[in-house]
């Protein structure tokens, strides 16, 4: 089998694909994949499916604790049978499509990110994934990079995407191996149950909600905004910094 092609590309690069119906290997993709969930992936989809988190992670996802990082993973769960089929697909498509992950979103580019030793700043990469069995490369319809990203909305799911990265990156830095107990039970929590966080924190009962470089709890009932604030509350409790990624000067 042919090795798929990995195109390098800058933001006004154009590249032809297109996803549809007509599309002969349309439905394809999903199924039988190893799909991790992100936390802003998961709180999107519940809230699309009208269900507390922890009623979206029993009833569609596995939850486990990465060996190497040490911090809580999901995986969306398939099918159990031979087909091994996203639950979210239907011979007419994605019935999440507005809620679909990040990794749906974004393909079929591929995105990185460069950190500077010298400055700390980040540079962003982008690359073409040209799969041989995908047909949506055969489509007419053409896009730069940029038009891609931003017909995708993909800015706010690389926003909140990066802020997680750069909690991965600490903790291998400053926190290798794994977590104590109660760290793990908080990190699982603000990253993937906000209900009981939001509670948690409006009543005062979270440690290091008096720290002076912590923001503010968010005023409106914005589940966005609140995990913007669950992140920096993590990264802060383990970490003591501010995360550059959700604290832009």
Known sequence: ??????????????????????????????????????????????????????????????????????????????????????????????????????????????????????????????????EPHCRGFEQADQQTVRQWVASQELEIYHRMNDALMEIIALKNQRRPGALSAEHRRMTQMSFYDLDTLKQKALAGGLPGMDHDHLVPMPAADDDTEWLMWALAWIGQVLFAIRLGSLHKD
């Open 1 to 130: 089998m042919k090795e798929p092609e990995l195109i390098p590309l800058g933001p006004n690069d154009k590249f032809r694909f297109g996803c549809h119906q007509k599309v002969p290997c349309f439905n394809q993709c999903c199924r039988d994949l190893n799909q991790a969930l992100t936390p802003y992936d998961v709180l999107r989809l519940k809230t699309r499916l009208n269900l507390t988190a922890r009623a979206f992670l029993d009833r569609y996802a596995v939850v486990y604790f990465g060996p190497a990082t040490g911090l809580p993973v999901v995986s969306l769960r398939f099918s159990a049978d031979r087909e091994k089929v996203c639950s979210f697909v239907t011979p007419q498509g994605c019935r999440v499509y507005d809620a679909r992950p990040s990794s749906c979103r974004i393909y079929p580019l591929a995105r990185a990110l460069q950190r500077s030793r010298i400055d700390g700043r980040t540079t962003e990469h982008f690359a073409l994934l040209q």
